[in-house]
């Protein structure tokens, strides 16, 4: 490691050495010299747009504000000398680095058992949504974001900043989607923790995998994971749990969403309408 970088401050906070990047942020171990406490540092280096930093500014300081056990908490918020954003975030790894939820699988042989997966999967989507009903929404939650703190448990890495570098026009636009995209992703991690396999190429129902595994299971995958519908909620995949004991009632309620009778019915009716004047018009 240099020198330069280990006399260097950000505030009261010295850095240590570095620990790779995500997001395009410079990530380091920093060292609080007020509580004598390890902090991670992201450094928004590549953000030259003066708009979307702002935008990514307001989004940390939005979720700075947000507690719960499976989001990462963002301490502070703020710009260096150099303009640059900063973000300080308490330290989850270990001596070695971060650790990711990528690491932990390989640590346990590709997989979890059934009760830690079910229980990985509900933390991951109660924290969802916690995070919607402070009208925050991330879109997909991907496998560098999922972090595993000292105590083993899952945590969301930068929740909300995928969206929120979108433009205004995009983020309205597609919020639906990105709630469906979030769902399904944690779905899908979860797949994996269930399971140690992938969703890509052709997925195999998680009771051929797992002795003695609730069939349950299979129907809520085949629900969630669906490209074109899905589960209608983040409650909706939550209360559909086979770990829940009102799960089947849930796990018959997929959403259909047909376009209404009515409004079948009128765009027939135009259009038979349209084809008659069509017809009569020669005639006249």
């Known amino acids: 490691m240099s020198k330069s970088l280990r006399n260097e401050y950000f505030g009261p906070y010295?850095?240590?050495?570095?620990?790779?990047?995500?997001?395009?942020?410079?990530r380091y171990i920093v060292l609080c010299n007020r509580?004598?406490?390890?902090?991670?540092?992201?450094?928004?280096?590549?953000?030259?747009?003066?708009?979307?930093?702002?935008?990514?500014?307001?989004?940390f300081l939005k979720m700075s504000v947000v507690e719960h056990p499976h989001i990462h908490k963002i301490i502070s918020a703020t710009y260096d000398d150099r303009g640059q954003l900063?973000?300080?975030?308490?330290?989850?790894?270990?001596?070695?680095?971060?650790?990711?939820?990528?690491?932990?699988?390989?640590?346990?042989d590709g997989k979890f058992g059934v009760i830690e997966a079910s229980r990985a999967i509900e933390?991951?989507?109660?924290?969802?949504?916690?995070?919607?009903?402070?009208?925050?929404?991330?879109?997909?939650?991907?496998q560098e974001d999922l972090l595993v703190d000292r105590y083993g448990c899952l945590q969301i890495q930068f929740y909300g900043y995928e969206s929120s570098?979108?433009?205004?026009?995009?983020?309205?636009?597609?919020k639906s989607s990105d709630i469906n995209d979030e769902?399904?992703?944690?779905?899908?991690?979860?797949?994996?923790?269930?399971?140690g396999l992938t969703t890509a190429g052709e997925r195999i129902n998680p009771s051929r995998v797992i002795k003695r595994l609730d069939r349950a299971w299979d129907t809520w995958f085949d629900i969630g994971l669906d490209p074109l519908d899905g589960f209608e909620s983040v409650e909706h995949a939550i209360n559909?749990?086979?770990?829940?004991?009102?799960?089947?009632?849930?796990?018959v309620k997929k959403s259909a969403r047909i376009i209404p009778a009515v409004q079948v019915g009128s765009l027939l009716r135009?259009?038979?309408?349209s084809s008659q004047s069509s017809q009569s018009r020669p005639n006249q």
């Open 270 to 273: 135009r259009r038979f309408r």
């Open 183 to 195: 769902v399904r992703s944690i779905i899908d991690h979860g797949y994996t923790m269930l399971t």
């Open 14 to 26: 010295k850095l240590i050495r570095s620990i790779g990047s995500v997001h395009g942020a410079s």
């Open 240 to 251: 559909a749990m086979p770990t829940n004991s009102n799960s089947p009632e849930w796990l």
């Open 123 to 142: 933390h991951l989507l109660g924290a969802v949504a916690h995070a919607h009903k402070h009208g925050i929404v991330n879109g997909t939650i991907k």
């Open 35 to 59: 509580t004598d406490t390890n902090y991670t540092l992201y450094r928004f280096e590549n953000i030259h747009n003066q708009h979307i930093r702002r935008q990514a500014f307001h989004a």
């Open 86 to 108: 900063c973000v300080i975030t308490p330290y989850t790894g270990n001596h070695e680095g971060i650790v990711l939820l990528d690491d932990l699988l390989h640590r346990q």
């Open 165 to 174: 570098i979108r433009s205004s026009e995009d983020q309205s636009a597609s």
